[in-house]
Each structure stands twice: as C-alpha cells, then as structure tokens.
Nanobody, 124 residues
Framework: QVQLVESGGGLVQAGGSLRLSCAASGLTASSYAAGWFRQVPGKEREFVAAITWNGRYAYFADSVKGRFTVSRDNAKNMVYLEMNSLKPEDTAVYYC?????????????????WGQGTQVTVSS
C-alpha cells in the first residue's frame, strides 16, 4: 500500500523559510518521480516543483524559481521542498505526489499517488 505523508508546514513570516518533507512508503524510491503541488480554496491545485527518480532533473513553477529547491534521499525514501524568501501568496496546502511514468511533470494528471497535504501560511 502506497502512502505519502507530508510534514514541515506551519506559520512563517514573509521572507522566512520552511522545509517540507514527504515520507513515502510502499514503493521503491528508484521507481518514481516526485512532485509538489499546492492549492488554495477555490482554486485548482497548481504545480510547484518536481524531481526525477535519480534527482538529476528538477522542474519549478515560474512563481517559485530561485526561491524553492526540491531534493530527495532515496536511501530514506524521502522527498523535500526547501522554501526560501516566502511570500504571502505562497500560502496554500502543499501536496506531495509520485508518478511512475511522467512526461509532463507539471501536469497533476501524471501523478499516481498523493499525500494528504500540509498547510503553509505566510504572514505579511
């Protein structure tokens, strides 16, 4: 049974940093690409970042480029999203997702499993 559990969300002031973690179980680390998405009430879930199974390639939404980094530790079956220079508009529920085959990492329909999400709130 595949399970993804996000952690690390919270309340932070604008300009601050947070590190989100995604613990994966029930699947082999080398078998999946991972992505981070976020959603605010009333809006569609949007792409934030993605990383290939070996960590060689990473992709970012334009809105977070230069501020966020994505990484993974396959030995621990963990994926991370480091968020710096946070802005109030980054406030959202952040979701981790995995895809076994992905051609369009920014497309949420490519992902097979999702976590429950973790709330990130950035105050101004």
């Amino acid at each position: 049974q595949v399970q993804l559990v996000e952690s690390g969300g919270g309340l932070v002031q604008a300009g601050g940093s947070l590190r989100l973690s995604c613990a994966a179980s029930g699947l082999t680390a080398s078998s999946y690409a991972a992505g981070w998405f976020r959603q605010v009430p009333g809006k569609e879930r949007e792409f934030v970042a993605a990383i290939t199974w070996n960590g060689r390639y990473a992709y970012f939404a334009d809105s977070v480029k230069g501020r966020f980094t994505v990484s993974r530790d396959n030995a621990k079956n963990m994926v991370y999203l480091e968020m710096n220079s946070l802005k109030p508009e980054d406030t959202a529920v952040y979701y981790c997702a995995v895809a076994f085959t992905v051609r369009r990492p920014m497309d949420r329909d490519e992902y097979n499993y999702w976590g429950q999400g973790t709330q990130v709130t950035v105050s101004s």
